[in-house]
């Protein structure tokens, strides 16, 4: 099969070029505007093309069977500053891919998010793919734009889907961790990056690891190698056509401020030394401006997936455990 990544260079892009050409099945050709975390993944099946991913090229979809589109802006600091460029980027520009899809006839995996469950608590508490309302935050709190873009790409492919225009699946990502997730910011820094990259800095240099709102808010994380096969078992099942998955693991549900002291174990455990930070609360809005409103996410409903024979594998220990020793590698804090 010939599948055309779209935003290969990214975090869940680098790992899945290199799943993929691992299962040695399949051409690839991944697209983005940088390869920096794509460095040493190679092989005669890749081919990468340089491109902005605002612009891919008529061809690169033409000559795909499948088309996996990674491309988004997917970080609350840019929801809340940049809510005009999230709207171009996760809704204009992906429904233009979606387009070129339709005219070429190819199947399309459309990444989307757990956040467009939005602030809904199900009484059943699981997340039902089909199922499952999705109540939004008020429109003065921009973050909401990110999820509204993305609720809205969905429901678009789903309606071309109706209409036998369309092959395609959608995936509603949990919060992936993995090597290369993120990059590192100064401690004590707010904003930026995600939740484990805010952390991984504080392990490093000492410092404050900043409890957004009392870090009341649950996550449910899950290993990026999970996601990797996840998107595997969609890639080799017909039954995948026209549907919407959960990419999760249930069982990695985690309250920020228990994720803290987390960390801090398993850097101890790695290095043999105590973490010199210090968990600190912070409001949202000093963490990342006006405009920020955070949810508290349950975990996944992911039987939809499992009857596809797939399974998660990967606990948070494990999950966090090997992120924390690939930062403390490449900062030359350990060497194994
Ligand atoms: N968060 C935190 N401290 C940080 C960064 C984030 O407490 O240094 C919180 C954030 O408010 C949210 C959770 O961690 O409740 C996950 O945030 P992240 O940006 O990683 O991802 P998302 O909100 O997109 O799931």
């Known amino acids: ?8 260079g990214g975090f869940i892009g680098s790992h899945l070029v290199e799943h993929l050409l691992a299962r040695g099945e399949h051409s690839i050709v991944g697209l983005d505007i940088e390869d920096e975390k794509l460095q040493g993944i190679e092989g005669p099946a890749f081919t990468f093309v340089r491109s902005d991913v605002r612009e891919v090229p008529d061809s690169v979809v033409r000559d795909a069977d499948v088309v996996v589109d ?10 809340v500053e940049s809510p005009l460029e999230v709207f171009r980027l996760n809704f204009m520009t992906n429904l233009e891919i979606a387009n070129q899809c339709i005219r070429y006839g190819k199947r399309l995996i459309q990444y989307s998010t757990s956040e467009v ?7 059943d508490t699981v997340y039902f793919e089909d199922e499952t309302d999705m109540i939004m935050g008020p429109t003065t709190k921009q973050r909401w734009i990110y999820a509204v873009a993305k609720q809205l790409l969905e429901r678009v492919i789903h309606a071309h889907g109706l209409l036998g225009e369309i092959d395609y699946t959608i995936v509603r990502p949990f919060n992936f961790i993995g090597p290369r997730i993120d990059y590192l910011v100064p ?3 707010m904003g930026g990056p995600r939740v484990f990259a805010h952390f991984m800095s ?14 009341a808010a649950h996550r449910t994380f899950m290993s990026i190698y999970d996601a990797n096969t996840a998107l595997q078992a969609i890639l080799d099942s017909p039954a995948a056509s026209q549907q919407i998955y959960n990419f999760g693991n249930p069982d990695n549900n985690i309250m920020i401020r228990d994720l803290a002291p987390l960390m801090m174990d398993l850097y101890q455990e790695a290095t043999g030394q105590a973490p010199r930070c210090e ?14 409103e955070d949810m508290d ?5 992911i039987s939809k997936l499992r009857a596809l024979g797939w399974e998660p594998t990967r606990d948070l220990n494990e999950t966090f455990g090997d992120t924390i020793r690939y930062y403390l590698k490449e900062a030359g804090r350990i060497s194994v």
């Open 117 to 123: 469950y939005g602030k809904s608590r199900p009484p």
């Open 70 to 79: 990674l491309i988004a802006y997917a970080n609350p600091s840019i929801y």
């Open 187 to 189: 401690a004590g820094s």
């Open 202 to 215: 504080a392990l490093l240099e000492g410092g404050p690891m900043y409890l957004v709102d009392g870090g």
């Open 297 to 301: 996410r349950i975990p996944p409903d």
């Open 279 to 292: 968990p600190t609360e912070v409001s949202g809005e000093t963490f990342y401006g006006e405009g920020y």
């Open 1 to 8: 099969m010939n599948i055309a990544i779209l935003g290969a």
